[in-house]
């Protein structure tokens, strides 16, 4: 079953690019304390999310933040090699935190998986935002039309703030 507002967020450990190498956060380490706005996609580097996705969250960043955001975080079902050069590749490094769900633990625990394998992608996410606060998820936008960002995008998010 998906997760939705009111519930808290499980218990999972992400893969992370540090200076020293991959490195795990815990979803207390992410989102304990903190209003986070999580963006999930299906895959780094694919047109959608690559194009439009996270690079309007990226170019809305200051207005999230006057309005409350502490953190942005992107989770995909990629490994953390793909998603620190996907952060790199799009200037977002060091301003939204890049989460890799490799295995598709978090996406998986929170009912928000899909098989793509007939994409030739595996187990992947589906598309959506999350709000955020202290663990507990505020709201959920999931994208319904593929290659949409038009309910888990930014200008629906700030709407929610």
């Known amino acids: 079953m998906a997760i939705k507002a009111g519930d808290k967020l499980p218990d999972v450990a992400f893969k992370v690019m540090t200076d020293h190498g991959p490195g ?20 780094a580097f694919s047109p959608t999310c690559h194009n439009s996705h996270i690079p309007e969250y990226l170019d809305a960043m200051d207005e999230l933040n006057s309005k409350g955001v502490d953190d942005v975080v992107c989770v995909s079902v990629n490994d953390v090699f793909v998603m620190d050069a996907w952060a790199r590749a799009i200037g977002a490094k060091d301003k939204i935190i890049f989460l890799a769900d490799g295995s598709a633990f ?14 030739g992608m595996g187990i992947r996410s589906h598309r959506y935002s999350m709000l955020v606060r202290d663990g507990i998820v505020a ?14 995008g930014v200008g629906a998010m700030l709407l929610q703030l």
């Not at 956060?25 to 989102?31: E, G, Q, V």
């Not at 996406?107 to 394998?117: C, N, T, Y």
């Not at 709201?139 to 888990?152: F, V």
């Open 139 to 152: 709201n959920i936008n999931l994208e319904t039309k593929s290659g949409s960002t038009e309910l888990a």
């Open 24 to 43: 795990d956060r815990s979803t207390n380490d992410i989102f304990g304390g903190k209003t986070v706005v999580l963006v999930a996609v299906p895959a």
């Open 106 to 119: 978090f996406a998986k625990a929170v009912g928000m998986d899909v098989d793509a394998s007939a994409f």
